[in-house]
């Protein structure tokens, strides 16, 4: 048996049941029902059999008017009523069954109503297998949104309308035309399938006194449809309110009087396009507003060493292994107390995310906080701790740190290790060599009640002392498994401190060569900090 065509998805009006069937095939429908026409000579697809007393324009895949054939090969043709609708339907058929589209034989059936202002005599095609009618239009365009273009009428007078019939996208393919004549009938017409509003700006608004805004109807459409394009309509001559309505929001602006098909048929082109540009370009516009705030924050959150008074010099090297990010889990800072002591803090929250992120800002600020507090060693870091247990989202997040307090006359300094990797020291006319770490006391946030124990450390009066994360030292070594680690770390900045290189050049080269030796960027978060001082 044929199979049914796919029936379109029907107007509001026709499946609310407010269309009025059609008088004649020319007459307009009846006032106050919203309606959506297509052009003439142009059909869509409707279930086998089935009659519709819109003014809907169908046709079947083929583009034949309602004509069914039987299987010796002779073609059956549906009448046509007075009205302009189409009554019996009809098919062609061939010796092996119905013919499908493009006259390939099928199971398909097709029928077809003639739109109500046609000229209602629009008699059916009689044709045999393989016969394709030539006077048909195709139908079925994908519009740029998925679906042919519809265009919602919004005027004081739709019986005196002045669009003309036909309508055509820049494929050829008809635009559905929808029309309101007040703004009331506009919001329920304007669903998501319509991509222009066409407004006679004579269109009363409610409310509105001859002293408030002309343009006050054309704001209320903006507001409500602030998503689709607007072409505003206006008399002859009156360019100047047609400008006004554009630099208010509308795509562009017709005259009522000069008005023809393929002029509002480019129009409605034109406008659907430049409102999905103005939307790209607007959403583009505020990405990068949201990227450069978010840097901005970002970078405000990354420390300022208070130094002041001191003759050590700082320098630091930060890279957070997110993509596209300025901040990672990993934090460091540096300041310097009323006694004259330098203290330098290095940490790195496990994860990778932001609010691993976070909380490493939180962990800096505490310490920073602590710190001109007077607290050190043992009472600060589990202070920390119980900043980290109320603060991390997950019981299983914790963190590693270094603390080093340098003295006043910055020979020696006393260091406390939470689950860190020790630091590096450099001395002239000896080799760079990590400090001592077998006192190294837990993680932050793994043992309840945990102690660090703090170290005293000889300096010497001349030296270099880098502070660094677990990032630097965790990359590969080319394709293979074998990690940098912190061995191969102090080889390579020998090698560095030998050829010259100082502070921020030191710091720069040593973590391009390990990111080169990595074969790729580093994928954890890299800090890096660098105190020196001179004799």
Known sequence: MPVPVPRQRAIPAVESGQAQAASSGTGPSKEGAPHETAPAGNTAAVPTGRTTATATAMTGPDGSAGTRGSADGTGQVGHVGATGQTGASGSVGG?????????????????????????????????????TPATTKPTGVIAPTGTNLTL??????????????????????????????????????????VHCILLDLALPAAGRTPADDELAVLRHVLELAPRHAVLALTASGDAERGAEAVRVGAQDYLFRDELDGRLLS???????????????????????????????????????????????????????????????????????????????????????GPDEAALGVELRIAWRALTLAGL??????????????????????????????????????????????????????????????????????????????????????????????DGLIEGHIGQGRERLGQDGMVEMVRRQLSAGLRGEELLRATVNEARDLNGGELTDDVAVLLLDRTG
């Open 266 to 352: 480019r129009a409605i082109r034109y406008a659907v396009e430049r409102k999905r540009s103005d939307t790209a370009e607007r959403r583009l516009a505020e990405g990068r507003m949201r990227a450069q705030e978010n840097r901005r924050l970002e970078r405000g959150l990354l420390p300022t060493p208070l130094l002041e008074g001191s003759s050590l010099r700082f320098a630091a090297r930060y890279r957070p292994g997110r993509s596209r990010a300025l901040l990672g889990g990993d934090f460091y800072d540096t300041v310097r107390t009323p006694d004259g002591t330098v203290h330098a803090m290095i940490g790195d929250v496990s994860g990778h």
């Open 152 to 193: 919602l009428v919004i005027e004081d007078d739709p019986g005196g309308s002045t669009v003309v019939p036909e309508l055509l996208d820049s494929a050829g393919r008809p635009i559905r035309v929808r029309t309101a004549r007040n703004l009331t009938e506009a919001a329920r017409l304007l669903t998501d399938d």
């Open 95 to 131: 010796s092996s069954g119905s013919c499908g589209p493009s006259g390939s034989t099928g199971t398909a059936s097709t029928t077809a109503t003639t739109p109500s202002n046609s000229t209602g005599t629009g008699a059916a095609t009689n044709a045999g297998a393989g016969t």
């Open 376 to 469: 050190c060693g043992d009472q600060l870091l589990g202070t920390l701790q119980q900043v980290l247990e109320h603060e991390r989202s997950d019981e299983e997040i914790f963190a590693t740190l270094c603390t080093v307090d340098i003295a006043p006359d910055g020979r020696r300094a006393g260091l406390c290790l939470a689950g860190h990797p020790a630091p590096l020291i450099a001395r002239p006319a000896r080799p760079a060599r990590l400090l001592p770490q077998e006192n190294n006391g837990p993680a932050l946030g793994l043992l309840p009640g945990a102690r660090w124990p703090r170290m005293q450390v000889e300096l010497g009066a001349e030296w270099s002392l880098m502070l660094y994360t």
